[in-house]
């Protein structure tokens, strides 16, 4: 009985180890026949309308990122017709001082040392600079600030010439050249509303002399839309008026023979300028 057995789990072995081959061999044609699908799907089945759509579409969105990005970029900005109102209106944020700590009066020991600085009569005066101003800490704010350790002489901020905007330095002047010296010893590296102030004295011998132009003055814009106006309406001399006519009479001779050199035959004669008679005298 042995020997009959041996070849019928041979048989069934063999059964076995076909399987997975057949197995094998059904996996890439169902990945074929998906294949097979997926390149079926996008059949141009769909209407001629569908592309027009698309492309209106399209145009409308980039119509939109280019109203935006005009926004984005003219933000900020204002014409020319609204210059000299912005101007005359123009108003910084400011910092209420009152609201600030005063160190002349809560620091017992820099209120012994200007008592006695104010005690010693001394015609010097000190000039200070004062650096890292935060916003807000302009011209009045100072002045209100910084007098509680002793009168202040002068004071200027300095602005951008165009804008008027603080470059937030600024420069300050005492009656007394001792007070001057404790106010930069107490002030410097002093941390006001998160900026680290510089406070540093000036010595005699390095003040500019036009450091103080235009100290002790509010500023005030510069309205160039009327300077410029002012200028253009201005009376001309007759020496002026000789050289802008000989000015525009060779532009135009220029812009005649250029049109001559392209074979083009324009008469100027009818609008084109001529140069005023004098008058006699």
Not at 130 to 137: K, Q, T, V
Request: contains cysteine.
């Amino acid at each position: 009985m042995a020997p009959i057995k041996a070849p019928k789990a041979s048989k069934t072995k063999s059964s076995k180890r076909k399987a997975p081959e057949e197995a094998t061999i059904s996996r890439p044609i169902e990945r074929s026949n998906k294949k097979a699908k997926s390149s079926k799907a996008p059949q141009p089945d769909s209407s001629e309308d569908e592309p027009e759509e698309v492309e209106e579409k399209m145009n409308d969105e980039q119509e939109e990122e280019e109203e935006e990005e005009e926004e984005e970029m003219l933000h900020g900005f204002s014409t020319d017709d609204d210059d000299s109102s912005d101007d005359e209106d123009f108003v910084e944020p400011t910092i209420d001082v009152g609201k600030l700590p005063t160190v002349a009066k809560d620091d017992a020991t820099v209120k012994r040392k200007l008592e006695k600085a104010k005690r010693e009569s001394t015609e010097d005066r000190g000039v200070l600079y004062l650096g890292r101003l935060p916003h807000g800490f302009y011209e009045d704010q100072l002045k209100a600030y910084f007098s509680q350790f002793g009168d202040v002489t002068r004071l200027r901020v300095s602005r951008n010439k165009k804008t008027g905007r603080s470059k937030h330095y600024a420069f300050l002047e005492f009656d007394s050249s001792s007070v001057a010296q404790i106010v930069a010893e107490t002030m410097d590296n002093y941390l006001l509303m998160g900026h680290i102030l510089r406070c540093k004295v000036i010595p005699k011998d390095q003040v500019h002399a036009e450091l103080w132009v235009g100290a002790n003055r509010k500023w005030r814009p510069v309205p160039r839309d009327r300077v410029a106006r002012v200028a253009q309406n201005k009376l001309r001399t007759e020496e002026e008026q000789a050289k802008a006519s000989k000015r525009l009479i060779k532009r135009q001779n220029d812009r005649k023979r250029k049109l001559e050199e392209l074979g083009i035959s324009y008469n100027f004669d009818a609008v084109g300028y001529k140069k005023p008679a004098v008058a006699a005298s």
